[in-house]
Each structure stands twice: as C-alpha cells, then as structure tokens.
C-alpha cells in the first residue's frame, strides 16, 4: 500500500455548538460496564451462536457488494466474530474495542490473519490516527450519549478516505442504553457532513444498516 486512502481535505473536525446543545440523558457506558458484562459471560450477547446475529452479519457483508478495501476500520469489535469475516475484504484492519478481555478473545480467533491489528481504544476519546477506505460501526453508537455521537460523526467524517464506505448497524427494538438504535443512526447520519455522501438502507424488523459512501468531487 502507497501510504494507504487519502482523506477528504475539507473534513473538519468541529464538534461544538451542535455537540452542546444536545439534549443530556443517560451517559456513555464506560469500561466497567462492559468489563462486568464480559465477566460474567465471555459472549454477552451470543455472537458466535445467535441466527439473529449471523442474518445481521451476512446483511452487513452483502451491503459491501464484492468491493475490496486497502484499510478499514472497526470500532467495537467485541470477540472479533464480524472481524473476521471482515478481514477478508481489506488489505489492513484496525480493530479496536474499551475492553481488554474482549480483545483477547478476538486477538485468538483471528490469530491467523496477519493483516487485522487490535488496539485498547475509548471512542470517541481516543480516536486512530490516518484514513480510512472501510468504516464499520455496528451496534455500538447507541451505547454512547448524544454529545459522544456526534463527536464520533465528526471524527469518522474527517478520517474517511475519498471513496470510502462508512457502515452503521444498529438494534432497532427496544434497549435500556443512553439511545436507541434509530436514534444514534439517524444522529450521525445528520451530524456527519453530507457533501458528496451518498447513503443506502437498509431496514429489516430487528435492525437496521446505514451505508454512507463519499464520492469523489469529479463524480
């Protein structure tokens, strides 16, 4: 790779009076949150059995179409059950998740692929540095608070490459999270700059799948 996807050089990075005036509820979930969950269950939410989960992965792979990406990006990787399946569609894979024993299960089950790296990462108070061609945020959003959500928009709108795809997943019944899952998607998708986005859906009755795509200016 030549230094990998350039980024847009209009991204901007400005998170402040739309951030402010966001309405306040519940706050992001921290680390302890999803340190206990992982605790008292290595597979909180049934990732390697679950068919709701294996439809949502396949609906998630099918939205790429058979593109292939030179570096992509997913936040909240968990046990890197979608990871995997995502590693094989680009060249590198940034991996990140808040907890560290997540991160050591997903290390394993990806232990044969040399092109995904796993990093300790707090979104949006940590954010990887370059550009990125694959974006993937899947039913993580709606575990931040609305300020964080749009900090997050913004920071995903700076780091994604001319051309690049940007994917959010998100659980659209109920939840006890500080969001529910149409209300973090349809938040990042108005905070994140429209200019030369174009966006695709695609709903089902358990969730649903917002594909942002950045064009490039001579298109």
Known sequence: MSGGPE??????????SRSAALRQGLRTRDSAYFENLYTANPDPWNFTE???EQDKYAATLGMLGGRSFSRGL???CSIGVLTKLLATRCSELLAVDIVEQALSQARERCALQANVTFERMHVPEH???GCFDLMVFSEILY?????????TAN????SLAKDGILLLVNYTETIDEPCT???AADLFLQIFAPENVSITHLRNSSFRIDVL???????
Request: some cysteine.
């Open 127 to 129: 954010w990887p540095a």
């Open 7 to 16: 980024c847009p050089e209009n991204a901007r990075l400005a998170t402040g």
């Open 50 to 52: 679950s068919s709701y």
């Open 213 to 219: 795509e950045r064009r490039s200016h001579s298109d």
């Open 74 to 76: 997913e936040v909240g």
């Open 181 to 183: 899952g149409n209300e």
């Open 143 to 151: 575990f931040l608070d609305k300020t964080d959500i749009a900090r």
């Open 155 to 158: 920071l995903a709108n700076a």
